[in-house]
Nanobody, 123 residues
Framework: QVQLVESGGGLVQAGGSLKLSCAASGRTFSSYAMGWFRQAPGEGREFVAAITGSGGSTYYANSVKGRFTISRDNTKNTVYLQMNSLKPEDTAVYYC????????????????WGQGTQVTVSS
């Protein structure tokens, strides 16, 4: 079992930045691919970014490419999402996810999910 806890959300003006963190329990964090998803009101859960267990490969949705950066620190059992140049359309609840299969953290089918953190971007 893996428990994930997101933090770092909040209110920011358009053009600003936030850094989200997802802290994971367990002793095998590096064996899990990690992903970030978001869900706006009335919308489905949307893929944002993913990273392999070693951190060697990253993947991004076209909507955030060039603005967001996913990273991880396996010594701290934590994955991050640095969000720059935020836009109002980035407003959503952001979730982190973990799975042994990278494919499952690029589609919303991961085995483990956090409870989410709210990101609100004002105009």
């Amino acid at each position: 079992q893996v428990q994930l806890v997101e933090s770092g959300g909040g209110l920011v003006q358009a053009g600003g930045s936030l850094k989200l963190s997802c802290a994971a329990s367990g002793r095998t964090f590096s064996s899990y691919a990690m992903g970030w998803f978001r869900q706006a009101p009335g919308e489905g859960r949307e893929f944002v970014a993913a990273i392999t267990g070693s951190g060697g490969s990253t993947y991004y949705a076209n909507s955030v490419k060039g603005r967001f950066t996913i990273s991880r620190d396996n010594t701290k059992n934590t994955v991050y999402l640095q969000m720059n140049s935020l836009k109002p359309e980035d407003t959503a609840v952001y979730y982190c996810a973990a799975d042994g299969n990278i494919i499952r953290v690029t589609t919303p089918t991961a085995k483990y999910w956090g409870q989410g953190t709210q990101v609100t971007v004002s105009s």
